[in-house]
């Protein structure tokens, strides 16, 4: 994770952040506990990275997993097409962990204000830029290359039950994208995920969401 993270995360952005914070450098490390967290060393200029090596175990189990605020990230936002798993979720965390970097970086971090729209903003840019899959690539070929084993078969969720007939093209459905809720309407059902036609303040657009993502409508009261 933390080669993943220098050479898939810092190193395509390092000169344009090196432009920002002139001698700034990155330095990755594994803790002995479970807290993950990026910190800045404003005398050394040294943004410091910590991957817990408890938290690593945590993530390769699907009880302990579910708890991360990495895993509610996957299954809200769509990362990696909603899917839990092992690799998944480590090159998430990944990602998770450079975006508070970035976040930093643009003075958009402050005292009870770290999960905030513009963490968010950086997040969703690293995995719609080919970011994220790019640091899963790497964790996935390093992980071979070792013989490490980084599973990256999905866990399942609270609605892993539901499979392709659960669905029906012409159903009505809505799914969140963040804070921003989509309606619409199933136009295809695939292997893994819907197409959706949307409609009101999204008329036009069309996603391919994953199953655990969608939900229906509340009936209308009589």
Request: proline residues 5%.
């Amino acid at each position: 994770m933390c080669d993943a993270t220098r050479h898939r995360l810092w190193r395509p952005a390092r000169d344009w952040l090196q432009e920002r914070a002139p001698g700034s450098e990155l330095v990755c490390r594994v803790g002995s506990g479970q807290a993950t967290y990026h910190r800045f060393d404003p005398a050394r200029r040294q943004h410091l990275i910590t991957y817990g090596v408890r938290m690593i175990a945590a993530k390769h189990q699907p009880d302990s997993a579910h708890g991360w605020l990495s895993a509610r990230e996957i299954l809200k936002r769509g990362y990696f097409g909603g899917e839990l798993s092992t690799l998944n979720l480590l090159a998430h965390t990944c990602c998770h962990e450079f975006a508070h970097l970035l976040q930093y970086n643009a003075g958009q971090r402050s005292y009870g204000s770290v999960h905030n729209r513009h963490f968010y903003r950086i997040l969703d840019q690293l995995h719609a830029s080919g970011g994220a899959d790019a640091t899963r690539r790497f964790l996935a070929e390093q992980s071979q290359a070792l013989a490490i084993p980084l599973p990256a078969t999905p866990f399942a969720t609270a609605d892993g039950h539901l499979q392709a007939h659960d669905w029906q093209v012409g159903e009505a459905v809505y799914f969140r994208h963040g804070t921003r809720r989509h309606d619409g309407e199933i136009i295809r059902v695939n292997r893994k995920t819907c197409t959706v036609q949307c409609s009101g303040l999204s008329r036009g657009l069309r996603y391919r969401v994953p199953w655990s993502l969608l939900r229906r409508p509340e009936p209308p009261t009589p």
